[in-house]
Structures are given as structure tokens and as C-alpha cells.
């Protein structure tokens, strides 16, 4: 199939289309309290295959003269939904530059590109957008013609949070083999909807884990995972409070650091899964994270608004923003929404 269009062309990206990629990427930030421009490294196709078992991403280009204008795809991963593997297709990347947001008219059939070329490789597709992404949440959550439905699940929070020393009292935490950690991860993960059926479906597999025992009980797992080589995340702009509190030495109060403007945050992503989503076994597994991780602005850690695990966050200092995550539809009937609302949803902040 081809995209058909009188203005511009849509084309599966490649290798050699990667100064492409970093233009666009480049070419806007998110604006708000701090804005921030997100980047993928020198390979950025290959910073998107990390994330799942395939990557579709594809370059838009108008073409009097060819100039990359626009690019967005879905990453292709195995996940659980209610004890089934399904192959879940994530919608990412998508971005228009600044100059052509206004005159790029054919979004809809850009979508229907996207669906056409992906549909054979995909049992449901979902996304996410930024709360404070006023304009896209217009955008997509009111329903159109010719367009595909978003329909809300969950609300997703990031929680940024200060590495160093914490007290820690009734478990013991130490580093674990990928064996043990995979092992303990596909037996919880069955329990949730989104999460994978293997650790190493994607760049986890690289990730340091680490277990929780009592009496040599493994009662939960957590990572740190080093993403910095293809994801990053620069901080062009402080503003309103921010532009104040960017100037204290927070890691003193117990907050994370404040990144220098213009540099890219030094940042570890982290994961937990313990049984029974035990607050205690949380609480303790987090913060032990947070003291073996080597000294980074932050350690940042997700979880959607419905988790127990929230709690957790009530006694360690953070910074956060949230996220709203879809079920994305082309089928008025599709009942996958439904499905996907039966049991907790849990998503790894290391690839939204």
C-alpha cells in the first residue's frame, strides 16, 4: 500500500533517514511549567526498536522539495490482556513540525495509512498524551469522521524522584539474576492487563534487576534501567514556579535535581512488581532503588492512577506529571476497551 496524497508522502523510515528523525524531533518542544524536548539519540530508528519486538515508524515529506516534515508509527508488543497474549500496538512519535501544523490537512488519512499498513501485526493499538498537551487532547479525544477513536482507560503519573540514602528495615533487597526476575515477573504480570509476558520482549532484558526476600522468599522485583544513550530528555525552558524552585538546591529538601537549561536530564527509569501489591514491599523495594542507583538528577517510576502502589508516594518526596492513556479503535464495536478495563492496567514508564 502507498500513501496517496497532492501535497505530501508518507514512507516507512530507514536508517538513512535518522538526520530526518532528529530534525523533526528537534524542531519543537513540549511547552509548560518546564518544557522539555524529547530525543532519540544517534539512531533514533533503532532507539524505537528497543521498545517492542517491531518497530513501523514512518517519515512524512511534502514533495516540491522533499523537506521532512512530520513522522509518527506504532511499536509492536506482545502483552497481556486479561491472561491472553495479544499483540498490542503503541502509537508513538507522532509529531508535525511547527511550520507545516497548520497545513498539513490530511491527518485522517495518514491514520488510515498507519492502520492499513499495521493491522496485519496488530490485535489492538493503544497511546498516550500528555495532560498539559491541551491542543491534542481537543484534537483526538473528540470523535471525527474518518478518524479512529480514543477512548480513556487511565490516567498515568510519573514520578520523579531524588536518588540516596534511605532508612530501610524489614527486607532485604539485593541484586538479582534475569532468570530469577523473569521467572517471578511472568507469574505477577498474568495478574494485569498491558504488561508483558517476557522481560526480554524488549530493552529490559539490559536492565540491573533486583529481588525482595523474606526468610529467602522472593516477595517482588524492581530495575534500573539506563536509558540515556537513545532517549533524552532536554530541558529548554523554565517557567512560572519552576523558574524559581530550578534555582534551590532541592537534593537537600530530598527532591530530585533540577536539570541546567539547554542540557539533557541524567536520569535512571525504574520498575517494581511485588505480590499482592503489597504497599510495605513498595515502599521498601523503591527506596532501596533509589540508593543503589548511582547519583542522577532523578530516578523517574509510572504507574496509572488506579494502582494501589500510589500510596507509596505519599512518603517519598517527588516531582510528576501525568499522562492520559487510550484505547485507539478504528471499529465502532471493538469491545477491546471493555477487556482492557477488567483488570489493573500496569505500564512501564521506560517506554511511554
Not at 483526538?140 to 530501610?168: A, Q, S
Request: glycine residues 6%.
Amino acid at each position: 500500500m502507498s500513501f496517496q496524497n497532492k501535497r505530501f508522502t508518507l514512507t516507512r523510515a530507514e536508517k538513512k533517514d535518522a538526520a530526518d528523525i532528529e530534525k523533526i524531533m528537534k524542531s519543537g518542544s513540549f511547552r509548560g511549567g518546564i518544557e522539555v524536548q524529547y530525543l532519540r539519540g544517534k539512531d533514533p530508528l533503532a532507539s524505537f526498536e528497543k521498545e517492542g519486538t517491531e518497530a513501523f515508524m514512518y517519515i512524512l515529506r511534502e514533495k516540491e522539495h522533499g523537506e521532512a516534515v512530520g513522522m509518527g508509527g506504532c511499536i509492536i508488543r506482545p502483552a497481556f490482556v486479561n491472561g491472553e497474549i495479544r499483540r498490542a500496538g503503541y502509537l508513538t512519535g507522532l509529531k508535525v513540525i511547527p511550520e507545516y501544523q497548520r497545513r498539513v490537512l490530511c491527518i485522517p488519512e495518514i491514520y488510515r495509512f498507519l492502520y492499513e499498513e499495521t493491522k496485519a501485526h496488530v490485535d489492538f493499538y493503544y497511546s498516550s498524551i500528555l495532560k498539559e498537551n491541551v491542543a491534542a487532547l481537543l484534537l483526538l479525544e473528540k470523535r471525527h469522521k474518518n478518524m479512529p477513536e480514543y477512548r480513556f482507560l487511565d490516567t498515568y503519573t510519573v514520578y520523579f524522584c531524588k536518588t540516596g540514602n534511605f532508612k530501610i528495615a524489614n527486607y532485604q533487597v539485593a541484586k538479582c539474576d534475569f532468570s530469577q526476575a523473569e521467572e517471578f515477573y511472568i507469574k505477577e504480570a498474568q495478574k494485569y492487563n498491558l504488561t508483558y509476558p517476557s522481560l526480554s520482549s524488549n530493552d529490559l532484558k539490559n536492565a540491573d534487576f533486583y529481588g525482595i526476600y523474606e526468610n529467602s522468599q522472593l516477595l517482588g522485583i524492581g530495575y534500573l534501567l539506563n536509558q540515556q544513550e537513545y532517549k533524552e530528555y532536554v530541558i529548554k525552558n523554565y517557567s512560572g514556579v519552576y523558574k524559581y524552585i530550578s534555582k534551590f538546591p532541592t537534593r537537600l529538601l530530598k527532591y530530585p535535581s533540577f536539570p541546567k537549561e539547554n542540557h539533557s536530564a541524567d536520569y535512571t527509569s525504574m520498575g517494581i512488581m511485588v505480590k499482592d501489591n503489597n504497599i510495605e514491599l513498595a515502599y521498601e523495594m523503591i527506596v532501596q532503588l533509589l540508593k543503589n542507583s548511582p547519583e542522577r538528577d532523578f530516578i523517574m517510576l509510572g504507574l496509572l492512577e488506579k494502582d494501589p502502589l500510589n500510596k507509596v508516594f505519599s512518603r517519598i518526596k517527588n516531582i510528576k506529571y501525568q499522562s492520559r492513556i487510550y484505547h485507539v479503535t478504528w471499529d465502532k464495536e471493538d469491545k477491546t476497551t471493555d477487556e482492557l478495563k477488567e483488570a489493573l492496567l500496569k505500564l512501564e514508564v521506560a517506554f511511554l
